[in-house]
């Protein structure tokens, strides 16, 4: 996950001058409900796209499915931000998940539940393959639980999450923990975890790179460790250094890597475990 300023974009101006392209034959049906829409998108942005507070509009007749076209094809000249968003994506780290992958669009509050939203830019997030595994996943059954955005969320500049590590060295269990029990925005974080971050099979990649730690932690701190002979200190200094490397390549603490390294961190048991490997291997 990652707080991202929201796009440059007058969606007022932009939809204003969609709904008078007499050239646009979805025109006279945009012209007819301007006012509806555009009072909508002011609530969206009062509200920070909090699907608990913005309703899904009833739209007359298709005007549901011809902006969801007009996010699909956006006229020749219009709508310009889709396409350089589209352009632009490939970002090295997920907004929505904080993993590493390819980027498509996102729509935070679902188009096909809030299609009045389709071409509005402040809703259109990048993000991962997370964006189609949570579907039109956007809240829980129990305010406040929803999905965090990355435009307006600004808790998430702090690290949120973190890996767990329990049971043997050689397998062990690996969970993903919400850091700050206490956190003002638990349900929220904690929604987002089970719905967004765990969907995403972040466990079975925490497993992967655990797995490559435990057979070759000498190559994989190689850079970070004093030659010869290590001690835990070492060890915890390199992971620690490791860490702060990915919140700063990913330009937020709340990447996987990062979620990675702070669990391992927390282990005194396998950094020891590590530490004495690491000997093992240098012998
Ligand atoms: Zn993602």
């Known amino acids: 996950m990652k707080k991202i300023d929201p796009p440059l974009v007058d969606d007022i101006n932009e939809l204003s001058d969609l709904s008078l392209n007499a050239r646009l034959k979805e025109n006279d049906i945009l012209s007819r409900n301007i006012n509806n829409l555009l009072a909508h998108y002011l609530q969206y942005e009062a509200y920070a796209g909090n699907p608990w507070e ?85 809240k829980g059954d129990r305010e406040p639980e929803r999905v965090i955005h990355p435009y307006y969320d600004t808790f998430i500049k702090h690290r ?64 970070y460790l004093p030659r010869g002979m290590v001690v835990r200190s070492d060890v915890e200094t390199a992971i620690q250094d490791k860490l702060e490397d990915s919140d700063e390549e990913y330009d937020t603490p709340n990447n996987w890597w990062s979620f990675f390294y702070a669990g391992l961190l927390d282990c005194n048991v396998r950094l020891d475990c590590i530490t004495s490997k690491i000997n093992q291997l240098r012998l």
């Open 160 to 223: 949120v999450f973190k890996a767990k590590f329990s049971g043997t060295f050689e397998s062990p269990q690996i969970s993903m923990i919400i850091i700050d029990d206490y956190h003002e925005q638990k349900k929220v974080l904690n929604f987002h975890l089970n719905e967004v971050v765990l969907n995403n099979k972040i466990l079975d990649w925490l497993e992967k790179r655990w797995g490559a730690m435990f057979n070759k932690p000498h190559k994989l701190l190689r850079s």
């Open 54 to 138: 913005v309703n899904s509009l009833n739209l007359e007749g298709n005007l549901a499915s011809k902006l969801k076209l007009l996010y699909e094809n956006p006229p020749k000249y219009q709508l310009g931000f889709i396409k350089e968003y589209r352009d632009k994506l490939s970002p090295d780290i997920c907004p929505m998940c904080g993993g590493l992958g390819k980027g498509t669009l996102d729509h935070y509050l679902p188009k096909d539940d809030y299609p009045s939203f389709a071409v509005l830019s402040k809703n259109l997030v990048p993000a991962c393959d997370c964006n189609s595994k949570r579907n039109t996943t956007v």
